[in-house]
Structure formats: structure tokens, C-alpha cells
């Protein structure tokens, strides 16, 4: 089953508005819920010491839910990737000229990019992009798989840091731990930021951090489309970790404004496999005020 929100400039059609009350009365107190032994509503996770705390992750893992640098690399060695999505993400197509907002050639940021095939479609549509991967595999998988020629320059600010450059095309990938970045580092600010659930896989202690990283890349004008997940953690571990809608605006409200564009029931077969009542995909464009 899928539910959608319909919005016509910017306003929830009757139909939809049905739509969303029912979806949000059968999993809002679900998702508002606390739960033990691993996760909590506001995102925070418990100390998880003993095995019987332990649940399953997306990976088929008993874990407690924290993924650690050395974690990723080891899922992309074992192309554990099934995150990775091969077609251009529908969230993107249909949000992309609210994110641009009416400009013609964008400076874009892609946080925890991956491989991820939205790069080279906003390439295409004439833009400058920029993305963030600890990964080095993923980044050469990317410029393989998109035949794009590259040069690799190594960053001295960055631990371990290299930028990925296309020779032709007007894309740079950073291979580094996304909290080192600053809009130092990559040469100015961002016209646009698309995270297409890179907010929702980090760590939730890492969320302050992640929120400053990003509103120091964000321009003053800049619109930032955010893809993230409302996850019952009952016997799942994560990632993706749930960001019910009051944790989304507690983080950002001071100094942003939260639209809410979309919300939608997300279950498909992978999610069903973990083990989770509701997987919940909600879809916010934030700016500063």
C-alpha cells in the first residue's frame, strides 16, 4: 500500500488531506512512542551493553543501532549497498524546481552521496555538484558507472581527505568524514543541498553536529530538501533512524524555516524484512529565516 500526499502549490488537495489523517492516526502514536533497548522518540539511543538488547539492522546484523566509520567501509567491501537506489530519486523529480527556486545553474551539495545516480541528473540539468562520501569505493564506483573521467587530489585539511574532480563535467566528490567539512574546505556555499536519507543514517548523537556542517554550507538564499524516515525500532536496530516531524523543527526552527512538503507510507518488501510495523517517508524543505 502506498499513501501519498498530493500538494498543489503548496496547499494538500481534500482527497489528501483524507489521506494523510487516516495514515497519521494509525501510525502517529507509534512512531511517538518511546521504545526501549535501543532507540527513543527524540532520536537519542540508549547504552546498549548486553546481547538481549541487541536487534537486527538492515543488514541482518545483531547491532544496537551505531554504525561507526569503519562499519561503512565494511558494508560497501561486501557490496552490502541495497540503500543504493539505480534510478533518479522521485522525491528529487518532484521537488527539484521548489530546491532550485527558479535558478538555472545551481551550486548543489549531495551529504553522504554514495554512488548515487541524482548526482549525475542534476549534472545533467546544467548544474555545479559537490558530494560527500566516506567511501572511497563508492566514489570510484560512481565515476565508473557514469563514464565520467576524473583526476583524484589529495585535501591536506581533511584527515585522510581527496577530492574526486571530473576532467569534463563540473562535478567534485570529497572522500572524508562529512563532520571535518565546512564551507571552507569546499571553496564557498551551496545554492541547494538534496539528502536523500544521509541526515537519517548518521548516528542520532551525531544530529547537532550534522545540522551545523550543513547550515554552514547552506547559502543565506540557499533551499535544503530533506528525505527523511519515521522507523519503528521496536525490533530493528537502524539505520535509517526515525525523525518523528517535533524532532525535525526542535532541530532546525531556531534559525530555519521547516516546510513540510510530503508524507507517505514507505513499506516496501526490504523494509517489511526488518522486522518493522511502519516505515514512514517524510519529505521538508528548510531555508533560513
Known amino acids: 500500500m502506498s499513501t501519498a500526499v498530493t500538494l498543489r502549490n503548496g496547499v494538500e488537495t481534500n482527497n489528501a488531506m483524507a489521506k ?39 543488514f541482518g546484523d545483531l547491532s544496537n543501532g551505531f554504525m561507526s566509520n569503519g562499519d561503512w567501509r565494511k558494508r560497501w567491501d561486501k557490496g552490502q549497498t541495497k540503500f543504493h537506489k539505480p534510478t533518479y530519486n522521485d522525491i528529487l523529480l518532484s521537488y527539484y524546481d521548489a530546491m532550485v527556486n527558479g535558478k538555472t545553474k545551481c551550486r548543489v551539495f549531495v551529504p553522504l552521496c554514495g554512488k548515487s545516480v541524482d548526482m ?20 570510484q564506483q560512481f565515476f565508473r558507472e557514469q563514464d565520467i573521467e576524473y583526476i583524484v587530489e589529495t585535501i591536506p585539511s581533511l584527515t585522510n581527505g581527496k577530492l574526486y574532480k571530473g576532467v569534463k563535467h563540473d562535478i ?8 571535518e567539512l565546512n564551507s571552507t574546505t569546499t571553496e564557498g556555499k551551496f545554492d541547494c543541498v538534496w539528502d536523500r536519507g544521509s541526515l537519517a ?43 518523528v516531524k517535533e524532532d525535525l523543527h526542535n532541530l532546525f526552527a531556531e534559525r530555519c524555516n521547516v516546510e513540510d512538503l510530503k508524507t507517505r507510507d514507505a513499506m516496501n518488501p526490504w523494509a517489511k524484512s526488518w522486522g518493522v510495523e511502519y516505515f514512514i517517508e517524510c519529505v521538508y524543505m528548510i531555508s533560513f529565516k
Open 20 to 58: 494523510r489523517r487516516k495514515l497519521e492516526d494509525t501510525f502517529s502514536n507509534k512512531s511517538k512512542k518511546p521504545v526501549e533497548k535501543g532507540h527513543k522518540a527524540n532520536g537519542e539511543r540508549d547504552s546498549i551493553k548486553d546481547k538481549c538488547g541487541l536487534k537486527k539492522n538492515q
Open 120 to 139: 549525475k541528473w542534476l549534472l545533467d540539468k546544467g548544474h555545479s555538484v559537490v558530494g560527500c562520501e566516506l567511501v572511497e569505493l563508492g566514489v
Open 172 to 179: 567534485r566528490i570529497y572522500t572524508c568524514d562529512f563532520f
Open 201 to 243: 543514517a548518521i548516528n542520532p548523537s551525531d544530529r547537532s553536529r550534522y545540522h551545523d556542517v550543513i547550515l554552514d554550507l547552506l547559502d543565506e538564499n540557499g533551499r535544503y530538501l530533506l528525505d527523511v524516515f519515521e522507523v519503528d525500532h521496536t525490533n530493528f536496530a537502524g539505520p535509517p533512524n526515525s525523525f
